[in-house]
C-alpha cells in the first residue's frame, strides 16, 4: 500500500468552492497529510470545481489530460458540482482519475482514499 503524506487543492469557479477546499483540507490534516503549494511534491491531487463557468470546466480539464500523461503515480481527484454534473463523462474519459467528490460528501474524503489504498479502483461518492 502506497503511503500518502502530502496533497495539493487547486480551487476553481466560486467563493462556496473555497470553503468546500477549507473542509476538505481540514480532513486531510486530520489524518496527519501536509498541505502543499504544488502539484510536483504532492500525493494526492484535488481539483475542486465548479459547473457553473464554462472557463473553469475548460481549465480542469486541461489539466485532467495533463495528467494523463504526467502525473500517474499520484491519487488524483476531482470535487465539486463539476464531479456531480459530468461523473459519467469525467469517468470514461479520464480512467487515470482516481476518485470523484460531490459536495455533499466532502466529509468522506478520507475513507474514500482508504478505499483507493486497499483496493486500488476508480471511487465515486456523489
Excluded at 473542509?23 to 470545481?49: F, G, H, P, W
Excluded at 470514461?92 to 467528490?101: A, R
Amino acid at each position: 500500500m502506497k503511503t500518502l503524506n502530502t496533497f495539493y487543492i487547486r480551487t476553481y469557479g466560486c467563493q462556496m468552492n473555497e470553503l468546500d477546499s477549507e473542509i476538505i483540507s481540514t480532513q486531510l490534516q486530520m489524518r496527519e497529510l501536509k498541505k502543499v503549494d504544488d502539484e510536483e511534491t504532492a500525493d494526492i491531487i484535488i481539483l475542486n470545481t465548479c459547473s457553473i463557468r464554462d472557463l473553469s470546466e475548460k481549465k480542469v480539464l486541461g489539466k485532467l489530460f495533463e495528467y494523463k500523461k504526467d502525473k500517474k503515480d499520484k491519487i488524483i481527484g476531482v470535487c465539486g458540482c463539476m464531479a456531480m454534473s459530468q461523473e459519467e463523462a469525467l469517468l470514461k474519459k479520464f480512467p487515470h482519475l482516481d476518485f470523484l467528490l460531490g459536495t455533499n460528501n466532502l466529509l468522506d474524503i478520507n475513507k474514500i482514499l482508504d478505499d483507493i489504498l486497499s483496493k486500488k479502483l476508480q471511487e465515486k461518492k456523489i
